[in-house]
T-cell receptor, first 114, second 108 residues
């Protein structure tokens, strides 16, 4: 089955710790994206990547970092510099090296800082 | 001007009524357009693509007006199961932009 997988589904982090969220896709998509969603709010773009070894900042990149060493994988690290990291994180991918096709989403990771 | 703008709602609509969502986008070079549905605490899922000629899928009709940079979604004969948040999505050459979504509550 082709799809996009995020793990873990729920994640708890102590203040001051870095944490990495996993996103893997087997759809052979070039483009991958990370979004953050707060309760009752829309999706905000954190980082996106159109091709391996290249990525761009979105609207709220501060306190986050990413890597794109493989086409299938686009992990997101939430660093201790992110002041309010508790949120729902969604990873998505799309084909054709850009925004020409629809995005497919993983099931999301709920991060809670305790 | 925001890249993609939608009325946040909520829209409270009786079952069986027709409901319309509107969306505007700022980048005239945008290339493709979609409506997504998001249920509470779930990931967004594609509802339908939007084409300049307009397209229909059962009770759902989507329209695109490139000149006005405007997208619409019409739901006819609304069902209780249509209650969700509807997201307008615009793709440029390099990224996908989501509107904040419009919440819809269908009332029995």
């Amino acid at each position: 089955d082709g799809g996009i997988t995020q793990s873990p589904k729920y994640l708890f982090r102590k203040e001051g710790q870095n944490v990495t969220l996993s996103c893997e896709q087997n759809l052979n998509h070039d483009a991958m994206y990370w979004y953050r969603q707060d309760p009752g709010q829309g999706l905000r773009l954190i980082y996106y990547s159109q091709i391996v070894n290249d990525f761009q900042k979105g609207d709220i990149a501060e306190g986050y970092s990413v890597s794109r060493e493989k086409k299938e994988s686009f992990p997101l690290t939430v660093t201790s510099a992110q002041k309010n990291p508790t949120a729902f994180y969604l990873c998505a991918s799309s084909g054709q090296g850009g925004g020409r096709t629809e995005a497919f989403f993983g099931q999301g990771t709920r991060l809670t800082v305790v | 001007r925001k890249e993609v703008e939608q009325d946040p709602g909520p829209f409270n609509v009786p079952e069986g009524a027709t409901v319309a969502f509107n969306c505007t986008y700022s980048n005239s070079a945008s290339q493709s357009f979609f409506w997504y549905r998001q249920d509470c605490r779930k990931e967004p899922k594609l509802l339908m693509s939007v084409y300049s000629s307009g397209n229909e899928d059962g009770r759902f009709t989507a329209q695109l007006n490139r000149a006005s940079q405007y997208i619409s979604l019409l739901i006819r004969d609304s069902k209780l199961s249509d209650s969700a948040t509807y997201l307008c999505v615009v793709n440029t050459d390099d990224k996908i932009i989501f509107g904040k979504g419009t919440r819809l509550h269908i009332l029995p």
